[in-house]
T-cell receptor, first 111, second 117 residues
Framework: GESVGLHLPTLSVQEGDNSIINCAYS??????FIWYKQESGKGPQFIID?????DKRQGQRVTVLLNKTVKHLSLQIAATQPGDSAVYFC??????????FGPGTSLSVIP | GAVVSQHPSRVICKSGTSVKIECRSL??????MFWYRQFPKQSLMLMAT?????????EQGVEKDKFLINHASLTLSTLTVTSAHPEDSSFYIC?????????????FGSGTRLTVV
């Protein structure tokens, strides 16, 4: 099956600081991107999405940036809280078909 | 919001037996469901795409005779792991996409932890 990456990179941030999680996607034809949060033993939870005709989208405390030139996505979390500790995945899809996940980043928030 | 229920959440089975995992969309109709497998500290790997009323489409390297998928209704897809072996132990997660989607959302189940002993 399709998969990207085998090991989770980790990011540790101090509570209250901003977090930036980066992701490189593989398919230049991808036109819709999603960030998911996954807590231990649970399924992925939708955070924010962005279409390829946009380069930035903001939600509550989160911002997604898309750079199609270099096929790069980032998720910014403002004022990171302990409850933000989880694994974060970027995901891509073409024409809203199957969703392919990136390798993921483990975010650890230091109180 | 849209809810996908996955059952069971945990299952332990003996090597050589088969296990069925159910994925239900509770408040919407899903013409398409997706099945993923996730090993510890790894990403979700797509196994197959399940379309209501038709055969599933399997990703390269996934044995369709071992991982049987049935999508008999617009709210239910099942994954059966046949003749399970310890290497099949994993976290299996389904996702459903709403029929006639005008907003582009994929809702995930809470996953099934399969342990084969």
């Amino acid at each position: 099956g399709e998969s990207v990456g085998l090991h989770l990179p980790t990011l540790s941030v101090q509570e209250g600081d901003n977090s930036i999680i980066n992701c490189a996607y593989s398919n230049s034809a991808s036109d819709y991107f999603i960030w998911y949060k996954q807590e231990s033993g649970k399924g992925p939870q939708f955070i924010i999405d962005i279409r390829s005709n946009m380069d930035k989208r903001q939600g509550q405390r989160v911002t997604v940036l898309l750079n199609k030139t270099v096929k790069h996505l980032s998720l910014q979390i403002a004022a990171t809280q302990p409850g933000d500790s989880a694994v974060y995945f970027c995901a891509e899809t073409t024409s809203y078909d199957k969703v392919i996940f990136g390798p993921g980043t483990s975010l650890s928030v230091i109180p | 919001g849209a809810v996908v229920s996955q059952h069971p959440s945990r299952v332990i089975c003996k090597s050589g037996t088969s296990v069925k995992i159910e994925c239900r969309s509770l408040d919407f109709q899903a013409t398409t469901m997706f099945w993923y497998r996730q090993f510890p500290k790894q990403s979700l790997m797509l196994m197959a795409t399940s379309n209501e009323g038709s055969k599933a489409t399997y990703e390269q390297g996934v044995e369709k005779d071992k991982f049987l998928i049935n999508h008999a209704s617009l709210t239910l897809s099942t994954l059966t792991v046949t003749s399970a072996h310890p290497e099949d132990s994993s976290f299996y997660i389904c996702s459903a996409r709403e029929a006639g989607l005008t907003r582009h959302g994929y809702t995930f189940g809470s996953g099934t932890r399969l342990t084969v002993v």
